[in-house]
């Protein structure tokens, strides 16, 4: 079995300080993880992925991850954080052979100007 | 992003009334998958298909069933629609060589 937690369903920042939203997973095997957005009357945007190697990934529109094997976790983060982030966020998991995803019952992220 | 529509985006209907939504994607993908999104669940996976006439349950199936003819449509029916299957309805995709999925615009389906 598999599953994702995120843990926060609300996070509120201001323009220009950082943002982190939080992810843990629980997964047999190595684990492929994602996060995706999605704006309001919107299907989902894929943000950035881990697979392997470096723990720090780096993903579009600014946004990074970085994978913690040992607290199985896989935080999204942005230095600083637009207006334009506000958004649904999602964190997924998958085992590498396998190709269903499990998600996150996601993060609303809204950054005040 | 990848081509994939759904069709319709919007739709409502009676109780007990069956229901079809399409998805059609251009990029000649092995996989395709439904998903529902409702609050406090996330996306949760209905059925998926690893290739033509190739279909499996996803965790939440009762009540649906596909259909996949082709490798660019994925066909999705509610047979007999219920209340409860009210909700928003996203098709994704994934190509043998990539390792994310592709998301469709979704269909917001209403059940009176």
């Known amino acids: 079995a598999q599953s994702v937690a995120q843990p926060e369903d609300q996070v509120n920042v201001a323009e220009g300080n950082p943002l982190t939203v939080k992810c843990t997973y629980s997964?047999?095997?190595?684990?492929?993880l994602f996060w995706y957005v999605q704006y309001p009357n919107r299907g989902l945007q894929f943000l950035l992925k881990?697979?392997?190697?470096?723990?720090l990934v780096k993903g579009s529109y600014g946004f990074e991850a970085e994978f913690n094997k040992s607290q199985t976790s896989f935080h999204l983060k942005k230095p600083s954080a637009l207006v334009s982030d506000s958004a649904l966020y999602f964190c997924?998991?998958?085992?590498?052979?396998?190709?269903?995803?499990?998600f996150g019952a996601g993060t609303t992220v809204t950054v005040r100007a | 992003d990848a081509g994939i529509t759904q069709s319709p985006r919007h739709k409502v209907t009676e109780t007990g009334t069956p229901v079809t939504l399409r998805c059609h994607q251009t990029?000649?993908?092995?996989?395709m998958y439904w998903y529902r999104q409702d609050p406090g669940h996330g996306l949760r996976l209905i059925h998926y298909?690893?290739?033509?006439?190739?279909?499996d349950k996803g965790e939440v199936s009762d009540g649906y069933s596909v259909s996949r003819s082709k490798t660019e449509d994925f066909l999705l029916t509610l047979e007999s629609a219920t209340s409860s299957q009210t909700s928003v309805y996203f098709c994704?995709?994934?190509?043998?060589?990539?390792?994310?999925?592709?998301f469709g615009p979704g269909t917001r389906l209403t059940v009176t």
């Open positions: 881990y697979i392997t190697g470096d723990n």
């Open positions: 990029e000649n993908h092995r996989y």
């Open positions: 994704a995709s994934q190509g043998d060589l990539e390792y994310e999925q592709y």
């Open positions: 997964v047999s095997g190595n684990p492929y």
């Open positions: 997924a998991v998958r085992r590498s052979n396998d190709y269903k995803l499990s």
């Open positions: 298909s690893y290739g033509v006439k190739d279909t």
